[in-house]
DNA sequence: TATAGTATCAGACTACAGTCTAGTTTTTTG
DNA sequence: CAAAAAACTAGACTGTAGTCTGATACTATA
């Protein structure tokens, strides 16, 4: 054989006919409103080849949401030596939460935050959450350093703060049915718990 | 006819029979493990009466959480004139908590937040926070007039960000999947903010 | 190239929430 | 009290996510 790749499976094509026609219909009609046989229907493809390649039907949204991993680290790592942790952490969360809003939207958001909820496994939602736990460390480590933060709580504590802060602002913005911007509700929260982490001078 | 009072529906009898089957039920096996089906089979009625009287699946678990409000109300009026207002807020969240965790549990507590989030209508959930903002609010108030919260924050500002402290823990608290309790999360994080929504004197 | 093993695929099938319709019982009204 | 209206009930039916089974195509190996 002169090609020396292995010839990518049909699988791989398929996967990404699936991906592609699903993607655009729930772009078009929203989540709910896109069914597994609407999809299989318009991607010729089958409910076999869809459940081969994905577990379910909110695991294919989900795939979007791999996007939010690269961003976190592009903010972390765009931020200068010098700059005070506090404030690094206050931008990076303006910066997430817009980023979550404008470029996943508040459709996604729902599907997301239901579906961890749901299952009992594994899902990007986890998992990007364990990438977003970690910068969040380093830049706590890095304010402790600086002894920044008030000395009684412990780094674990202040972590798990910024954590629920971020899932409780997401969580209550997917509640509204008005038009009022996830950074509306996360930026005097962040901010405020950040003033109450801080250690008092 | 002798009896003044109106002779009772026979469907009031077949929504409390319903009631009383569907709560065994789900304390018995979980919430996601018992069908509709089950429910209307062992209560010897019908998917006809269940949905005359019940709006969803959920919404007959739902019931439960009205016992709340009252809850809210009794933990609000407990407390003593003249006792600070932040401190009422920080025991006001830990008895709250501590009520969600115990009497609801948090299986309970994970139907009511994807509930909430998937409804475009009303759920005991909605409504009942609305009824914890009120008290929030009268908490928050008390304080204000007391000059105890930092005048750059609108009552609004604190009072959703009191919400969103409260909907943080219990959605994080409702991913794990380990025995740590509500309270746990919340405590800190509460102090925390009441530490930063607080005048700095 | 024949054979065995594996990945992929089609679509019938299952499970279950929720709807619909037709019939029954109870209440109201004249 | 009879007729009409309303409340209630049974269970067949629908919609849809997800499973299962048995082909089919591809790959590696001899």
Redesign the pocket.
């Known amino acids: 054989m002169i090609e020396p790749v ?2 990518q ?7 990404k006919k699936i991906l592609a026609v699903a993607l655009r219909l729930f772009a078009e009609k929203g989540f709910n409103k ?4 609407d999809i299989v229907k318009k991607s ?10 994905f577990r ?3 695991d294919i949204f989900l795939v979007r949401f791999t996007e939010v991993d690269n961003y976190y680290l592009e903010v972390y790592e765009s931020f200068p030596e010098n700059m005070d942790p506090i404030e690094k952490l206050s931008i990076f969360s303006q910066k997430l939460m817009n980023f979550l809003e404008v470029e996943m939207g508040k459709d996604l958001m729902k599907v997301i935050y239901n579906a961890a909820l749901e299952s009992k496994e594994h899902t990007y939602f986890l998992d990007s959450n364990r990438s977003l736990f970690k910068i969040t460390r380093k830049l706590l480590e890095e304010a402790i350093e600086e002894d920044k933060i008030d000395s009684e709580l412990s780094l674990d504590d202040v972590s798990t703060m910024i954590t629920q802060s971020f899932m409780g602002s997401i969580y209550h913005w997917g509640l509204q049915n008005t038009d009022r911007s996830l950074e509306s509700f996360s930026k005097p929260f962040v901010k405020t718990l950040l003033k109450g982490i801080s250690k008092t001078t």
């Open positions: 292995k010839k499976r049909r699988g791989e094509e398929t996967k896109v069914t597994v046989d010729a493809t089958s409910k076999g080849s869809f459940y081969q390649h379910s039907k909110s």
